[in-house]
């Protein structure tokens, strides 16, 4: 029977879609549930349901989505689940235990907000989200984290469960051939610059939520400061803003910084805006796994500055491949960016050993032959207890007491004795 797998994440989550489909290709049946658009997913002939959360804190709205991911899990009965962002890697452990589904993998894709605010509310919030990570360990099967600095804090709180390893990139990597078809496929930078008004001018682009926690009142800054000594610099800024909530930049905010700042909003051509672009500039102030909007500006051949937060460190080798700064520092930022205006050959040369480690290390076929891998090690390991007279499925994803021995056919799991 061919073995099912369901994939659960957020509104981004079709960003994902040549990870489900070369997963699928590998010989697996694949079903993905996201809060964002059905389209993607099914222009790729992949199964499709809804499911619904709340961003940020909302008990009630959290409550809602448990009950609507436990039914899910009841109706589809993958042999695998997997979820990826945050609120997914704490609801599907949850749900997985409340339906007594064993097969339920994390991916950790940074430390997010609880973990990077400074706030009153997110300090408060850091021991009840440990918690629930310890109970969700309780009832996961693996959990993948993109870097070792992840893992090493799971496993210093507790909270990683019985199976953690890294997989770089673990939320998808990047399609390196679909990227650079992207690519050959979009209009000529000029045309680009001619519909966004940037004429001849040099550009420095970000592509990300509109945030203070992804450090974009930071880059406003930093954009006033390179504006001083490179006047025909302008500064594109990618992404939602509306969407945000309260840690959403001000439109006034932005305003504030024309003509030599430029919004577009959203977009889904990405890959063009990049290639039209001189710099890419990244300032997240956040927690963060492996950015693959750095991975995809890196294939674009674009010089990097970030900052020096855990994700980026993964991709940008500071001084060699790009620049690192330290993050709320925009006379720093603004500083780099000027010296790869400046030195078009250095810049050149950082842009190359960039996209040469990203094709080596974050390339879509080495993820999905390491989450292969580990599907198989977790069939494997169902097969060998499924001797013993057990449902192999459940089998392979007890806790402590079911590696210590076989259950006796009909044995209750410790689930159904709760």
Same mark, same amino acid.
């Given at each position: ?119 009153? %509310?997110? =300090?408060? !919030?850091?021991? /009840?989200?440990?918690?629930?990570? $310890? &109970?969700?360990? +309780?009832?996961?099967? *693996? #959990? ?51 519909? %966004?008004? =940037?004429? !001849?001018?040099? /550009?420095?682009?970000?592509?990300? $939520? &509109?945030?203070? +926690?992804?450090?974009? *009142? #930071? ?53 063009? =805006? ?145």
């Amino acid at each position: 029977m061919t073995p099912h797998l369901l994939y659960v994440g957020g509104e981004d989550h079709h960003l994902r879609i040549p990870f489900m489909v070369s997963v699928r290709d590998r010989g697996y049946r694949v079903t993905a549930a996201s809060s964002g658009d059905a389209k993607p997913f099914r222009r790729a002939g992949l199964d499709f349901r809804p499911f619904h959360f709340h961003r940020f804190m909302s008990p009630l709205s959290d409550w809602r989505a448990l009950k609507s991911l436990s039914t899910l899990l009841r109706e589809l009965s993958p042999d695998l689940a997997q979820s990826f962002d945050t609120k997914p890697n704490l609801l599907l452990p949850l749900a997985a235990r409340a339906v007594g589904h064993p097969g339920a993998v994390r991916t950790i894709t940074g430390l997010a907000w609880v973990y990077s605010s400074r706030s009153p %509310l997110a =300090l408060a !919030a850091r021991p /009840v989200y440990r918690a629930l990570h $310890r &109970m969700a360990g +309780q009832s996961t099967a *693996a #959990t993948v984290f993109e870097m070792g600095d992840d893992q090493a804090f799971f496993d210093r709180h507790r909270m990683t469960g019985s199976r953690g390893l890294v997989i770089p990139a673990g939320g998808g990597g990047v399609d390196v051939e679909g990227f650079e078809r992207a690519l050959a496929k979009s209009p000529p930078p000029e045309q680009l610059r001619e519909q %966004l008004g =940037l004429g !001849a001018s040099e /550009v420095v682009i970000t592509v990300s $939520r &509109m945030t203070r +926690q992804k450090g974009i *009142a #930071t880059l406003l800054q930093a954009a006033a400061l390179v504006h001083r000594v490179r006047p025909n610099a302008r500064v594109v800024l990618v992404g939602p803003r509306e969407s945000e909530g309260p840690l959403a930049i001000s439109q006034a905010e932005v305003e504030r910084h024309a003509p030599y700042v430029i919004a577009t909003g959203p977009r889904s051509d990405v890959p063009a =805006l990049l290639r039209l672009a001189d710099v890419f500039a990244f300032p997240t102030e956040y927690r963060e796994g492996v950015p693959r909007v750095l991975l995809e500006a890196a294939l674009a051949g674009l010089p990097i500055v970030s900052t020096s937060m855990p994700g980026c460190c993964e991709v940008v080798d500071d001084g060699r491949s790009g620049y690192l700064v330290p993050p709320r520092a925009p006379d720093l930022l603004a500083a780099r960016i000027v010296d790869l205006l400046r030195d078009r050959r250095k810049a050149r040369a950082m842009a190359e050993r960039s996209a040469e480690r990203v094709r080596q290390t974050f390339g879509l076929k080495m993820i999905v032959d390491r989450h292969v891998a580990l599907y198989a090690e977790l069939q494997a390991r169902s097969s060998r207890l499924g001797v013993c007279g057990v449902d192999p499925i459940r089998s392979a994803f007890q806790d402590e007491t079911a590696r210590s021995g076989c259950f006796r056919a009909g044995d209750p799991t410790k689930s159904e004795r709760r």
